[in-house]
């Protein structure tokens, strides 16, 4: 059974009569348990759009989106999801591990597997030693760092993940991209990864769904056959510039790049 | 995995109390020029009011001020405690019902709707004006007259600043919450109500400053000698300039003092907020 199983998804803002878009036209997705699929296409091309009928943050028009073979109203209702947005959204009035206890503390977990828990959290993102901070006093990749221990803190079996990366330098998003990886293969969650970055894409991805815009469509998805666990060497083989190539290439609609 | 950079940065530990409070000699030496200002625009007062013989009628000396305000020192204070209790009874009252309904519109949007652009407009009409109504319905002589035009004048302030507070929350936060079904109890506890401190508290800081304005100028419209109001009128009246300034003094202090006591109350709560917390280094 898929984690995600999405059928002639459509989405269409605006009433019948007036100016209407088409942010998503007949998707279909099928994304398996372990798997990390990215979401990568030009602005406007619904890809932050899918993530959000995916997470039942938002309604398709019409389709069906089921997750471990439930509707996925239904799947929210389970709390089955942990999502990262572009900005760390931390609460400025708690510290870091009450921060990262707040899904603990809604699902009304008693304080001492809370308490393990952020610990445990915090370790895996590397900021063991901050859990008396204020978010004000961290970076940005800090930050972002405590929003990824908040979503995993509940251990939901998929992780959303909007641009995560998007409002940080390159040097600290390379970082961070390692540093996914490594909670990904220890949790064996699942992972949905929008982004606009191709590089990043291909180096995060089992698969890249590559999305178009007006209307929003899935042209193209490309499986990522790079050997696993990645590194910075992955970085450097010519298999990821070929991918990237690929990428890139599916971006523009290159239809005579298939091999 | 982690840089050497990011390493160094999280072996810092958490920053102690201490570490971030500025010690009392800073303290001073920052809020020294704000000392030697205010002695030096009262040496000039007392130096030009000598010097240009200046009536007393029209601004008498700080000296002759501060004679009168230790003359009648015990008057003084039990002028100030009885007005000061109308501004605090008031401003209680006032913001305590502002809170109340900001929270009420906040929950339910048809309330809002309909209510927001009311409490706006009445937050632009000159409320002060009402004073000599409350005095009528209320009765002159007591407090409570005092208080309801207190009440009235801090409400609007208080309603609409906390009603933004609410409701200007990030939206990601809001998805969020949504990610963890909850409902809308959970999301004005965890979400809305704290978001709403800093404005609440700003609120606070402008009601402190109408709460005194509005006791004041309601007891210009009649009271007991009890109330300073009444008070810096009537010694006018009489040409007793001096008393009346004393009393326009004990006003200031009130204002003042109100004031200082919502900013360490603010430091307290929301030691986390940009406008309180300090930055580090």
Known sequence: MSVVSISSVNKIFGKPGENQTIALKDIDLQIEQGEFISLIGPSGCGKSTLLRIIGDLISPTNGTVLVNGKPAPQARENREYGIVFQAPVLFDWRSVEKNVQLPLEIMGKSPHERTARANEMLELVELNGFQKHYPYQLSGGMQQRVSIARALSFNPPLLLMDEPFGALDEITRERLNAELLDIWSRTKTTIVFVTHSIPEAVFLSTRVVVMSARPGRITQIIPIDLPQPRSGETRESPRYYELITQVREGLRGGEGMKE | ?281
């Open chain 2, 1 to 281: 995995m982690s840089s050497s950079a990011e390493k160094v940065y999280s072996n810092r530990p958490a920053p102690k109390k201490d570490e971030t409070r500025v010690s009392l000699f800073d303290r001073l030496r920052y809020y020294l020029p704000t000392i030697i200002i205010f002695f030096a625009v009262l040496l000039l007062w007392e130096v030009l009011v000598r010097a240009l013989q200046i009536k007393q009628f029209i601004m008498p000396a700080p000296s002759s001020i501060f004679e009168a305000f230790r003359a009648s020192l015990a008057q003084m204070i039990a002028l100030g405690v009885y007005t000061g209790t109308e501004a605090l009874g008031g401003f209680i009252l006032g913001c305590g019902l502002g809170i109340a309904v900001a929270l009420a519109t906040a929950r339910w949007t048809a309330a809002r709707e309909t209510l927001l652009p009311l409490a706006i407009a009445a937050n632009s009409v000159p409320i002060i004006a009402f004073a000599p109504i409350m005095n009528n319905w209320f009765g002159i002589t007591n407090q409570t007259s005092k208080m309801a035009i207190v009440a009235v004048i801090t409400f609007f302030p208080m309603m609409i600043n906390m009603t933004r507070g609410l409701t200007l929350v990030d939206p990601s936060a809001l998805e969020l919450m949504r990610s963890y079904a909850v409902n809308e109890w959970t999301v004005l506890r965890e979400v809305r109500i704290p978001n709403s401190l800093p404005y609440m508290f700003n609120a606070f800081k402008i009601c402190s400053t109408l709460a005194l304005i509005g006791a004041v100028v309601g007891e210009f419209f009649g009271g007991t000698r009890d109330a300073l109001g009444v008070y810096i009128t009537q010694e006018a009246a009489l040409f007793r300039f001096e008393n009346s300034w004393a009393a326009i003094v004990i006003a200031c202090l009130l204002g003042i003092g109100f004031y200082v006591l919502i900013v360490a109350i603010e430091r307290l709560v929301i030691p986390w907020h940009a406008s309180v917390r300090k930055t580090e280094e």
